[in-house]
């Protein structure tokens, strides 16, 4: 078997001359979801695409590139002076070998930071972009082998990165790492998980306390969520661990407006829910999202991504790909008591693999997804 590592890149990705991509918004009466571009947003087959826009609104599009050797990682961003996709680096150049899940985030000085599995490596590889090239910062954001990558950003701009740790023991705890500029050191005494876990995910609060969730599955995969106490050095947790009795796929954890912590999961072919930690605990919001739809999982639960995002309003929104819809990708958001379709439901033009969804400054949802018939990355917005 091949031996996994964990990639970093950051990037720089600043500058005015790309600008905002889109019009003002207009009135949602007058809105439809439509390509950005002329078709798809890469120039070969993808997997595992992931969108994220800049603090400028700027898409940018990260991928596993199956047009050059090794699958190596590709990023694009919209150029809307030229009205097309442009490279951020040169194609396949953000990794040594296949690069599988690619999450990142932007800093807040606009700088890109990009958290991957990529085959092929010993130990834990990070990168950072600037005038220069390509810089090889000290190895270690992963003990070892590392499955389910997830990144954010502290307030002061240092990395923090979550992983299932296949060196740990038993195999396939929870670990987190941060980067504090010269190497990693790991949060805590221990791994975060007593346990095996999965689907791991990382959110940042503007006050720097960091949060974790994971299925846990020495509980049948039940959700947890834990925050980090800095001056215990300890991971305490978050409401009542396994609150669920649900089997939580492709969990995402984020930290809504308020400061509370929020989840997101797929119970496989079933449903996706919502929930918040309130002071009494969590609590679902809503009903399920998907409604009378049948949420996609492809073969390997985590192919298809969940996208957790608020808008100015405090709006939680979210995306899904429904299977009685040929695959083809839904947005919704929580309003009024109730999850609502944004535009038309089933609006990609074939199914959506990968789908991810995330939001702009303005309120504007964007989704990104390997197109079902090219197998390209592609990019729509809702405008």
Known sequence: MLALSLALVAISTTG???????????????????????????PSEVMCPYLELSPQGVPHLAYQDLGVAYSRLSIRRWDSIAQGWSDVIAPGGGSLAQSWYNRFVFASDGSLWHAAREYQQATAMVH??????????????????????????????????VAQDGSS?????????????QS???????????????????????????????????????????????GANQWLDCGQPNFSLENAANLVLEIGPDGAPWLTWNLTFQKISVWRLAPDG???????????????????????????RFDSQGRPWTAYQAANLQGRATVKRFDEGQWRVVGAPAFTPQA????????????????????????????MAWR
Not at 141 to 147: F, K, L, Q, T, Y
Not at 169 to 181: E, K
Not at 361 to 375: I, S
């Open 169 to 181: 023991t038993p195999s396939n705890r929870t670990v987190l790492r941060a980067f504090d500029g």
């Open 128 to 161: 950072q972009l600037s005038r220069a090239g390509w810089r090889v910062l000290p190895p270690g954001a992963s003990p070892g082998d590392a499955h389910y990558v997830d990144i954010d950003i502290l307030p002061d701009g240092r990395p923090v990165v």
């Open 16 to 42: 005015g001359a790309l600008g905002a991509p889109h019009a003002p918004v207009r009135p949602e009466a007058l809105r439809a979801w439509s390509i950005v571009g002329s078709g798809p947003a890469t």
């Open 184 to 230: 990693w050191r790991t949060l805590g005494d221990a791994p975060v998980s007593p346990g095996t876990a999965a689907y791991q995910s990382i959110a940042a609060r503007r006050d720097g306390v960091v949060f974790c969730a994971y299925s846990d599955s020495m509980a049948g995969g039940r959700p947890v969520v834990k925050r980090f106490d800095a």
């Open 352 to 379: 959506a693999d990968y789908l991810t969804f995330t939001l702009g400054p303005d309120d504007t949802p964007w989704v990104a997804f390997r197109d079902g018939l090219t197998r390209r990355g592609m990019v």
């Open 282 to 308: 969590w609590r679902q919001v809503g009903a399920e999202v998907d409604g009378a739809d049948t949420p996609v999982v492809a073969t390997e639960n985590w192919r298809q991504w969940l996208c957790l």
